[in-house]
């Protein structure tokens, strides 16, 4: 098959390599050998550097504009992390699982277990497991130790109880390792309903997962006694982490009754999130949990040195190749002893602070479906608009022409037309106020004149997609754009 480059051009060359002086011993297998030349592209350096410049200009990202991305927590990462995570680049994942290895991973292995560390400190929980991948690995992780746990014990449970309020996630995960999913649907004031799960309550039930502050962003008033519902059922608590930038400092999850959890580190301590990863989603557990807890396990020795605990009958084994997500966990490290405790305190206050802000200037131009102090992020409804033949993805879309990443949209799915928007602690008064000005416009603009939001985008190299399709069948030649 002939390859074309679209850019290329015959006799242009950016580089020319210097002869081999690695001796060559035989000649390759004649299978092994090409039968014709490699059909590389042909291009100036030049060309090269203004191809890459060009499509990294096309990209979107928190360094170059305001991505008030809801329940997603897309905040600024400050480059000191960066290059801390450069120190460990020549550290091989393979080091500490070879013979004697350990001794030469010794850095690493104790930044790992004195982040784990910090982390149950921050949560509440006894221990903590560094090696699931993101929020949703670490969801399966804690479930899989939820199953362990009562395997062990000798009970039959069958049942995982979830809002309907909650991350799409959660009852995937708990799907995925057997459970049958019970839906508890949201009370007028927003959260879980209170009667609602007292009924579905039973022995059968082997864990409540919960979000808290929920997708809603509202935290529930209701936990403790929801957890002591739970427990008197012999039923665990799961706490999604997704939404933990909201109380940092303020509440520890396993304080106030849950036995696991999943931090989202991508999330709530300073790593880039979004273009697909990288992630990472510890997960922390209660004394009873540990023993079923994924190998290896770093352990430090009587010598004050870090060893890994290889063997357990009762753990539900390895979850992930090596220690997870090493480059992540570096930067959450740095981020959380950078900052400190006042300093994650700080975090949260201003989160809250910018969400409330922003909910207190939109509300009078958007419907506001639970008209209550939010956390991290509040929820508004595009209902109104809708009336003038507006939704809320023309809204998202409009908000591209404008120069923001669109909040998210149609989520959570309880709200109709919904628009979330999370502005994270790291965002200025000003950005939040040029934000809100163009929000104010578009619903301005939803009133007067519906059709050019119809229209929206109108300045990016592409307009309206079929999104469905553009998902399905990626054509990222350069012609096309």
């Given at each position: 098959m002939e390859l074309i480059y679209e850019k290329s051009m015959a006799g242009r060359r950016g580089v020319r390599l210097p002869a081999s002086d690695v001796p060559q011993a035989r000649a390759l297998p004649p299978n092994l050998q090409r039968s014709e030349p490699a059909q590389l592209p042909e291009l100036s350096e030049l060309d090269v550097v203004r191809h890459f410049t060009n499509l990294s200009r096309r990209n979107f990202s928190v360094d170059t504009n305001f991505y008030p991305l809801g329940s997603c927590t897309m905040k600024y990462n400050?480059?000191?992390?960066?290059?801390?995570?450069?120190?460990?680049?020549?550290?091989?994942?393979?080091?500490?699982?070879?013979?004697?290895?350990?001794?030469l991973a010794q850095g690493g292995l104790a930044m790992l277990h004195d982040l784990a560390g910090l982390l149950a400190e921050i949560t509440g929980m006894d221990e903590v497991t560094t090696q699931p991948l993101a929020g949703a690995h670490g969801e399966m992780t804690g479930i899989m130790l939820v199953a362990a746990y009562y395997k062990a014990k000798g009970n039959r449970k069958k049942y995982v109880i979830v809002p309907d309020s909650s991350h799409g996630t959660n009852p995937a995960s708990a799907a995925m390792v057997g459970y049958e999913i019970v839906t508890i649907p949201t009370?007028?004031?927003?959260?879980?309903?209170?009667?609602?799960?007292?009924?579905?309550?039973?022995?059968?039930?082997?864990?409540?997962?919960?979000?808290?502050?929920?997708?809603?962003?509202?935290?529930n008033p209701h936990i403790k006694e929801i957890c002591d519902i739970a427990h008197s059922h012999d039923a665990l608590m799961y706490y999604d982490g997704a939404n933990l930038n909201a109380i940092l400092g303020k509440v520890r999850p396993g304080d106030v009754g849950f036995d696991v959890i999943h931090v989202n580190l991508h999330k709530t301590f300073g790593t880039p999130h979004g273009g697909g990863g990288p992630g990472s989603g510890p997960v922390g557990v209660k004394k009873a949990l540990i023993p079923f807890l994924p190998l290896p396990r770093i352990s430090k020795d009587s010598a004050g040195g870090f060893a890994l605990l290889?063997?357990?009958?009762?753990?539900?084994?390895?979850?992930?190749?090596?220690?997870?997500?090493?480059?992540?966990?570096?930067?959450?490290?740095?981020?959380?002893?950078?900052?400190?405790?006042?300093?994650?305190i700080k975090v949260s206050e201003q989160a809250v602070l910018n969400a409330n802000y922003v909910m207190a200037q939109l509300k009078d131009y958007y419907d506001l479906p639970y008209d209550q102090s939010c956390m991290h992020e509040c929820v508004f409804s595009a209902s109104r608009q809708l009336k003038q033949g507006v939704h809320a993805i023309d809204i998202a879309k409009y908000l591209i022409d404008q120069g923001y990443h669109p909040p998210t949209v149609y989520f959570p799915l309880i709200v109709k037309e919904a628009i979330m928007i999370e502005p994270t602690e790291t965002e200025s008064k000003e950005t939040l106020d040029a934000f809100i000005a163009v929000m104010r416009e578009a619903a301005e603009l939803a009133e007067k004149d519906p059709a050019a939001l119809l229209q929206a985008p109108v300045t990016m190299p592409v307009t309206r997609l079929d999104e469905t399709k553009a998902a399905r069948e990626q054509n990222v030649c350069y012609a096309r754009w």
């Open positions: 400050a480059k000191v992390l960066e290059n801390a995570a450069g120190l460990f680049a020549h550290a091989h994942p393979m080091i500490p699982l070879l013979p004697g290895g350990e001794k009370a007028p004031y927003g959260d879980m309903d209170l009667e609602a799960f007292k009924q579905a309550m039973n022995g059968e039930v082997a864990a409540v997962m919960m979000t808290c502050p929920n997708t809603l962003g509202l935290f290889q063997e357990n009958p009762q753990s539900i084994g390895r979850v992930a190749n090596f220690f997870g997500n090493f480059g992540v966990m570096v930067k959450a490290y740095a981020y959380i002893i950078m900052l400190g405790r006042e300093g994650l």
